[in-house]
RNA sequence: GGGUUGUUAGCUCAGUUGGCUAGAGCACCUCGUUUACACCGAGGGGGUCGGGGGUUCAAAUCCCUCACAACCCACCA
């Protein structure tokens, strides 16, 4: 006997793995007309993962075993990703450790110390994707480093230059003076902080005006104070100078939009260099853009040799105690802010001015929003499409510079001599010379999302010219959380390099949330590691749990309780298998094969379950067309559990069909696989008749059934369910007492009375002699008695006098509906007859129900 | 400030274009060694679908409004 009293994930699944990927089951081989392509989001190649991933894992790998099952070409791509700043922030934090900085060393040097770092911490996560059974083409894996991913996007960004689209601009950008780098708009965290607003007075001869600011020591910087053109308290001080505290110098007051008249005193000093608005501001009147904090986060010299050298707090500190000693603080008062800071070390964000590289976005955006409109993708879930584009349409600029080690260079050099920049892609090469004249490159890398934007196109190899099969991905599978930074920059990249949208249809999964809805974060301590509970209840367990429940876009808790459902019902396939194995294992002890018979139904149960496979079958059909994952785990699920097991195997335990027991078995196998891959497998290898492997095996093709032979069955099981629940009644009242059956004028029950007799586990069953007695089963189209004495039924009377009054309240609701002209003149016909039907079975009901009372 | 989503059983969630008595898993109660399975079997309790209004023969579902929650974007001198 292969098969345990129970299923034991732990010794099958890493065996199992190993099978499939030996066997080259993986790769895109199939003989079939149609592909599925899909990549996979590449995980942190230095990392591990979390719960996310495994949930990402679970909506793609179904999938592409499904399309697999449907004899698709289906080539699920994996991937690693460089990580570009997350990576940095722990190597770096390694090498604090070793009590290093990074700036001992060139970056050439470091790029080569922390690609040995990846090099020697990878691996993990591959491991981990294994355990959670992601049938993705590894010998197809794509690293963000790879050679042809680099060469792609340096193609990328050489016709970006010659289009014009790249520029070098000075802008402000925020900037982490602990990491030294500056960060993409969208990376930057706003967060609610406590702060102060100072008023400050700048003189001037005859008056003083006063400005709010929450930070002082950037005053140095100051180009102007502005107020609001309509602002009467200060229209004739327009044009004059103030002079700026704490220097010699002296500042116009201007007139701009930009100050409130509403806030603080209404007039604001701005300070070009060092400030979003104020930048813009100084745009507008042509200001002198004066920096004053450096890249290391202290003041320059700028700031007056009193300051220089200090950190912004310190110069802070210094610059209201001066400001004290003179005179000119008027006021503090706390406020609440928010104020960017640097998502990894928490750092405030310091806005300072910076040359960086920049795409202009207005071509790219413009592009994909007519792609979008034009209804070339579609999005699960569908309200994601308007929000994508309605970012598009306010898209800035994009900067791409990075000022960190771990990335890829960005092929640009410098000429000193004519300040002129020129592309190459020798990058490995820290100076080159060109028509005799010598350029030095560019120290910055790409931000990762402008490689990441490439990944279709990468992953599939896409190259100009050539056909390719799998471009564009049928479908991409992302956290919804990264519509903006990654997917909106995969369909510019993709629409600009190849001309064609990079994937046909979109679905966003939501955050996993832990149990009570709560984020799941290392400070709280409520992360749930998907690894452990693979090890705990095993990798389909987890599957299926992850996906119960979870539709796309939303936010959703996890639930370990879903996880032991999904693992229950593992056992319970299990042992459906088991059971199947010992009647095949029978037959054949009995040298009583009767296998090439042919698979044919030859009762009512038989024909039922065909019915309801099915169903099944195409219920799941529709669900993967259309994302519904949960709708499909769950069909299954009641498919395996409620019908076959408990009505079907129940059944056959007197009718032994062995040949359907067995194809319809491999049917459930199959139908169940994309999302229980170990478990199904398991037993395929096990079962005695089977060949090959499931995972290559075909979906199931549409059942032959009797349909009114399973009507027949379906009705059958409403009667067992009514015999049950009333004998179950009566038990109460009569502890333990088991009574016999009596069948009128039935044949439903006439035909199959033994079958009825197993299934409601009464004590006999027999045709009544005429004269009815004992108590009336109230299930539809059906005489049966169940022999109860006499003071037993009187016992039993109230609770029947409660029902029928019951269904007569129901009976009133129904004849109401009836009552009303409205309904039956505007309602679809088919449920005005429905209704009709309806109270003739409640009538019908009262009545049987009555007589039972009568019949006392 | 702008936007998106949500509020359904004790908990986590389904409910696809409005239409049977609103469902599932887990939890709970009662009974149960019956040719697989106690990770089991049978039966059962539990919801005025966030509040209020409206449209309709009919609303958990559509519209308005209020409350609460989450997330995203922008911004707060």
Redesign the pocket.
């Known amino acids: 006997m292969k098969f345990a ?4 994930p732990g010794e099958y699944e890493a065996d199992i793995y190993a099978a499939w990927e030996a066997s080259g089951a993986f790769a895109p081989n199939s003989q079939g007309e149609k592909r599925f392509s899909i990549v996979m989001p590449p995980p942190n190649a230095n990392g591990n993962l979390h719960i996310g991933h495994g949930l990402t894992i679970a909506l793609e790998d179904s999938l592409t075993r499904y399309y697999r099952l449907r004899d698709r070409k289906s080539w699920f791509i994996p991937g690693a990703d460089h990580a570009g700043f997350e990576t940095w922030v722990v190597y770096e934090r390694a090498l604090e450790k070793e009590g290093h900085t990074r700036f001992e060393y060139p970056r050439e040097e470091l790029y080569a110390r922390v690609w040995n770092f990846v090099e020697e911490n990878r691996g993990n996560m591959e491991l981990q994707l294994r355990a959670l059974g992601a049938s993705c083409s590894w010998q197809d894996l794509t690293f963000t480093l790879d050679e042809n991913v680099i060469r792609r996007v340096y193609a990328t960004f050489e016709k970006m230059w010659k289009d014009g689209m790249v520029y070098r601009g000075e802008k402000l950008v925020n900037y982490c003076t602990k990491h030294q780098t500056a960060f993409a ?2 990376e930057v965290e ?1 967060q ?1 902080d406590k702060g102060h ?1 100072w008023d400050i007075a700048y003189t001037y001869d005859g008056g003083e005006i006063i ?5 002082p020591e950037t005053l140095f910087g100051d180009a102007a104070v502005a107020v609001n053109p309509e602002d009467s308290r200060y229209k004739d001080l327009i044009g004059k100078t103030v002079h700026l505290p704490l220097t010699d110098r002296e500042i116009p007051i201007i007139a701009d939009e930009h ?2 008249m ?3 005193t ?4 701005i300070t070009p260099a060092h ?3 104020d930048f813009e501001v100084g745009n507008r009147h042509d200001l002198p853009r004066i920096t004053v904090i450096g890249f290391d986060g202290k003041m320059l010299d700028a700031a007056g040799p009193d300051y220089a050298g200090l950190t912004t707090a310190e110069c802070r500190k210094k610059v209201l105690k001066d400001l004290k000693e003179q005179g000119l603080l008027r006021g503090e008062k706390q ?1 609440t ?2 104020v960017a800071h640097c998502y990894k070390c928490g750092t405030v964000l310091e806005p300072l001015l910076m040359k960086q590289w920049f795409i202009n976005t207005e071509k790219l955006a413009k592009t994909a929003v007519a792609h979008l409109e034009n209804n070339e993708i579609k999005f699960y879930p569908e ?1 994601k499409k308007n ?1 994508l584009i ?1 970012y598009l349409k ?1 898209l800035k600029d994009w900067n791409i510079s990075r000022q960190i080690p771990w990335g890829i260079a960005i092929p640009m050099f410098h000429c000193e001599e004519t300040d002129e920049w020129i592309f190459d892609t020798r990058t490995d090469l820290h100076e080159i010379e060109v028509a005799g004249k010598k350029y030095l490159r560019d120290e910055d890398t790409f931000d990762t999302w402008f490689s990441s934007s490439h990944w279709p196109i990468v992953c599939t190899d896409w190259e100009e010219g050539i056909p390719n099969e799998f471009y564009p991905l049928n479908v991409m599978e992302t956290g919804a ?1 990264i519509l ?1 930074a990654w997917v909106a920059r995969m369909i510019m990249m993709g629409l600009y390099v190849t001309g064609e949208v990079p994937f046909r249809e979109v679905y966003l999964h939501g955050l996993v ?1 832990d ?3 709560q ?1 799941m974060s290392k400070s709280k301590g409520n992360v749930i590691n998907p690894i452990d509970m693979v090890g705990k209840y095993g990798s389909d367990a987890f599957r299926m749990g992850i996906l119960r ?3 796309a876009g ?4 996890f ?1 370990e ?2 996880v ?2 999904g ?2 019902l ?3 396939l299990w ?2 298998s ?2 199947i194995q ?1 009647i095949v294992d029978e037959e054949t002890k009995d040298d009583n094969i009767i296998d090439n018979i042919g698979v044919k139904t030859e009762n009512m149960g038989e024909d039922w379950i065909c019915r309801e496979l099915d169903r099944c079958r195409s219920v799941l059909e529709q669900d993967f067309a ?1 994302y ?1 994952f ?2 499909a785990v ?1 069909t299954i ?2 498919t395996i ?1 409620d019908k076959y ?2 009505w079907f ?2 059944s056959q ?1 007197l009718y032994k069909n062995t040949p359907l027991l067995k194809s319809t078995l491999e049917m459930i196998l199959i139908m169940l696989h994309p999302f229980a891959p170990f478990v199904t497998e398991a037993i395929w290898q096990n079962l005695s008749w089977t060949d090959g492997m499931i995972i290559n095996a075909e979906w199931p093709l549409r059942l032959e059934y009797d349909p009114i032979s399973a009507e027949n069955f379906e009705r059958l099981t409403i009667t067992v ?1 009514e015999v ?2 009333t004998m ?2 009566l ?2 009242l009569n502890k ?1 007492k088991k009574y016999g059956l009596l069948y009128g004028d039935d044949s439903l029950v006439n035909d199959n009375s033994l079958l009825v007799q197993y299934l409601t ?1 009464c004590s006999s069953i027999n045709p009544t002699d005429g004269t009815p007695r004992g108590l009336r089963i109230a299930a539809p189209n059906t005489e049966l008695y169940l022999d109860v004495p006499e003071e037993i039924i009187n016992k039993y009377r109230a609770q029947l006098e409660e029902h029928i009054l019951a269904v007569g309240r ?1 009976l009133d ?2 004849n109401a509906r009836m009552m ?1 002209p ?2 039956v003149e ?3 016909a088919g ?1 005005v007859k ?1 209704t009709r039907d ?1 109270i003739k079975e409640k009538e019908d009901l009262i009545s049987r129900l009555k007589t039972q009372l009568k019949i006392i």
């Open positions: 009293s129970s299923y034991e708009d969208i706003h609610d607003l400005v709010s600011t929450t930070r100050a409130d509403e806030y603080g209404g007039a604001v000093k400030d979003y608005d406020i802010h928010s309200n929000v309605n306010g959380d903006f949330l149990a009570h809805g984020k429940g979870r539709s939303m936010n959703q808790a639930s309780n879903s032991v459902s693992r229950n593992c056992n319970k042992n459906i088991r059971f010992s259309e519904r949960a709708d769950e699920y009641s559990w097991a408990d195997i129940e335990k369910s049950r629940s179950q009644r038990s109460e333990g586990r129901e609701g129904l009303n409205n309904y505007k309602a679809p449920l429905e309806q």
